[in-house]
């Protein structure tokens, strides 16, 4: 199984239905992140959490809303989804208490908005 | 917040052969890593390289290295023997308390 894992993998919706992207870790870390994929564009930070109580917005954050349900759960939703929020989610978590401090990421979720 | 430029969209290679990406960034940290990211087809993000910024010593993989210059902000991957498994999107990410991804260079190897 994976360590960190994303539902769903694959979903398509339309304009204006709210919609959840979920992600569990079994990894024990208690930093956890949201990242957009776009073509050309790279991955940007959504929003990301250091424990339950800290949340914070990332560069693109607009449109987005999070929770933290517990250590190993970090959910992203999309209030009211537009076509232009189509793309290649990811979430990832880190350890910095760890030396090599690297993000570790799940198979991402394809949401497709039309 | 951190900017990081990879100035080559695309590149190819003829197998066997050596590439060399390249990464710039800007960073008000002081103590940060950086990564390299590999993103097959499958759109897996995988880990390919990690080089912490006190090290003056290039980080080495297996076929990866790194070229990391900290006084210019540069990190380039170099990839010898290049592989078609090699064929991917690669990102460059500098990371301190967060982290900051590049626009990705998508690399494509020729048998």
């Known amino acids: 199984d994976a360590d960190v894992t994303q539902t769903p993998r694959n979903r398509i919706t339309k304009t204006g239905k709210r919609i959840m992207l979920e992600c569990s870790q079994t990894?024990?870390?208690?930093?956890m992140y949201w990242y957009r994929q776009d073509p050309g564009l790279g991955l940007r930070l959504i929003y990301y959490?250091?424990?339950?109580?800290?949340?914070n917005k990332g560069e693109i954050s607009d449109g987005y809303s999070v929770s933290r349900q517990a250590q190993a759960k970090f959910s992203l939703s999309l209030e009211s989804a537009i076509p232009n929020q189509t793309a290649l989610y990811f979430c990832?978590?880190?350890?910095?208490?760890?030396?090599?401090?690297?993000?570790?990421f799940g198979e991402g979720s394809r949401l497709t908005v039309l | 917040a951190q900017t990081v430029t990879q100035s080559q969209p695309e590149m190819s290679v003829q197998e066997a052969e050596t590439v060399t990406l390249s990464c710039t960034y800007d960073?008000?940290?002081?103590?940060?890593?950086l990564f390299w990211y590999k993103q097959p087809p499958s759109r897996q993000m995988i880990l390919v390289i990690r080089?912490?910024?006190?090290?003056?010593q290039n980080a080495t993989e297996n076929r990866f290295s790194v070229n990391f210059q900290k006084a210019a902000k540069s990190f380039s991957l170099k990839i010898s023997d290049s592989q078609l498994g090699d064929a991917a999107m690669y990102f460059c990410?500098?990371?301190?308390?967060?982290?900051?991804f590049g626009t990705g260079t998508s690399l494509t190897v020729i048998p």
């Open positions: 990832a978590t880190s350890d910095p208490s760890r030396f090599t401090g690297e993000l570790f």
């Open positions: 960073t008000s940290e002081s103590d940060y890593y």
């Open positions: 990894k024990g870390h208690d930093r």
């Open positions: 990410a500098p990371t301190g308390n967060q982290f900051y």
């Open positions: 959490s250091f424990d339950v109580k800290d949340i």
């Open positions: 080089q912490e910024a006190y090290k003056q």
